[in-house]
């Protein structure tokens, strides 16, 4: 078993559609990242959290710590919002233990 | 401030060969992390570099090693290549170990090919 585990896998939404994307770990973590990755591969980190939740834009990140959850929530989604986004947990040290990411695609 | 850069962007190499990957951290960060990114799956930690000592790594074989220098950029290297090795490597640069408080700016990765 993954220490990591992102659902869905795939998710293809229509755009404006609301988007909750989840991310469980097995692991005590000192702190969770989401991130983006777009074709090509640059990734960017969206946001990083220890506890509660954070919110840029049009993106929401919540995080409960005691039943080791966390989901990213895209309001008003639009297709270029589309790719993989990926769960991230920080270990011990500066380890990153990472999912294996949630396709998103977002049709117009 | 200069963003994390990572050369080359695309390598194809043969089993057995050897390849050095590099990365610039971004300004003001001294502390340089690699991944290997097989497709479709995500990142997979290979080590960690934090004023030019090795600061961890993970379930990789010595056949990968790395360096960094004074200017806290790295190198990535990967010897007696397998065709297993073929992934993205992304490079991705911190400042300093703050533990659960400091974000990781990663690079575009360079893609190897093994055949």
């Known amino acids: 078993k993954n220490e990591v585990e992102q659902s869905p896998q795939n998710l293809t939404a229509q755009e404006g559609e609301f988007i909750t994307i989840n991310c469980s770990y097995s692991v005590g973590i000192s702190a969770l990242h989401w991130l983006q990755q777009h074709p090509g591969g640059g990734i960017v980190s969206l946001f990083m959290l220890s506890s509660g939740k954070k919110k840029h834009g049009r993106l929401i990140a919540t995080i409960n710590i005691q039943e080791k959850h966390s989901s990213l929530h895209i309001t008003a989604s639009h297709p270029r919002d589309s790719a993989v986004y990926i769960c991230?947990?920080?270990?011990?040290?500066?380890?990153?233990?990472f999912g294996a990411g949630t396709i998103l695609r977002v049709k117009s | 401030e200069t963003g994390v850069t990572q050369s080359p962007t695309h390598l194809i190499k043969t089993r057995g060969q050897q390849v050095t990957l590099r990365c610039s951290s971004q300004s003001g960060h001294n502390t340089v992390s690699w991944y290997q990114q097989a497709l479709g799956q995500g990142p997979q930690f290979i080590f960690q570099?934090?004023?030019?000592?090795?600061?961890g790594r993970g379930n990789f074989p010595p056949r990968f090693s790395g360096l960094q220098f004074p200017n806290y950029s790295s190198e990535l290297n990967v010897n007696a290549l397998e065709l297993d090795d073929s992934a993205l490597y992304l490079c991705?640069?911190?400042?300093?170990?703050?533990?659960?408080?400091?974000?990781?700016?990663f690079g575009p990765g360079t893609r190897l090919t093994v055949l």
């Open positions: 570099y934090y004023r030019e000592e090795e600061n």
């Open positions: 991705a640069s911190s400042r300093g170990l703050a533990g659960a408080t400091d974000t990781q700016y």
């Open positions: 991230a947990v920080r270990l011990g040290g500066n380890k990153l233990v």
